[in-house]
């Protein structure tokens, strides 16, 4: 299994985790309190950045991004989601009886929505579970923010949470993981080759200071001191009668 970097990647999701500190760290210096309306102009635009950052990761580990249609259902449902607050806030407890926040904030409606996509077809399916992917993004947010979820209910109804330091950390490796992009079965990894060393010249350079004359050219054909001597020899010897 191989993997490249992807800092394009990287620096987007971490501008997105900065963005959700900031957030939380200015309704903690103007509030604190997480029950209110007015609470939800800080949590939403959070929980959209938390599920874009589950978003990237899952792109990232599953080298190739989802479709339009999951993603954008992803999306909306990490917001979505908490429109089970609204009886509450119109005075009606049925959503919520004792507890926190409302039983629609539990792992059953995660699993019914991936049991839903396995089961659909068509668009249908990704829109499903992408839903899916959406609320399990808007839970870990909520567990670690305000009074956390009844996450076991049925089962438990007991609300459950996490420390806010945890929340980061599982941000932090979704980002880890989107800026590792694995790359698909088969997919060649090209390296660089090292380069070669300098081949030594035979020829010394011009203008060296070694003090060595440099050596003459070889000769083409006779030399001139071979012709005079071959002219002086028919001079000398008497003509051939």
Request: charged share 10%.
């Amino acid at each position: 299994m191989a993997f490249r970097g992807n800092p394009q990647t990287a620096r987007a999701a971490i501008a997105l985790i900065g963005a959700i500190v900031l957030l939380d760290l200015l309704w903690r210096l103007l509030a604190g309190s997480t029950g209110t309306v007015a609470y939800g102009l800080i949590d939403e635009p959070a929980h959209l950045a938390t599920c874009v950052v589950a978003l990237l990761a899952l792109s990232a580990v599953l080298a190739s991004r989802p479709s339009t249609v999951f993603l954008a259902s992803a999306v909306v449902a990490s917001v979505a989601i908490d429109l089970d607050h609204v009886p509450s806030y119109l005075g009606w407890d049925g959503l919520t009886g004792a507890l926190p926040r409302p039983y629609s904030h539990s792992l059953l409606l995660m699993v019914l929505l991936l049991l839903a996509g396995r089961a659909a077809g068509g668009r249908a399916r990704p829109i499903l579970l992408g839903a899916a992917c959406g609320v399990a993004a808007h839970l870990l947010r909520d567990l670690a923010t305000g009074p956390g979820v009844p996450l076991l209910w049925p089962v438990r109804a007991a609300a459950v949470t996490i420390p806010y330091p945890a929340y980061l950390a599982a941000l932090a490796l979704a980002a880890l993981s989107a800026a590792a992009q694995r790359l698909p079965v088969g997919t060649p990894v090209v390296s660089r080759p090292a380069a070669a060393p300098p081949v030594p010249s035979a020829y010394r350079p011009s203008g060296s200071s070694t003090g060595e004359r440099p050596c003459p050219p070889p000769a083409r054909g006779r030399t001139s001191a071979g012709r005079h001597g071959q002219a002086a020899a028919a001079v000398a010897s008497p003509r051939a009668r």
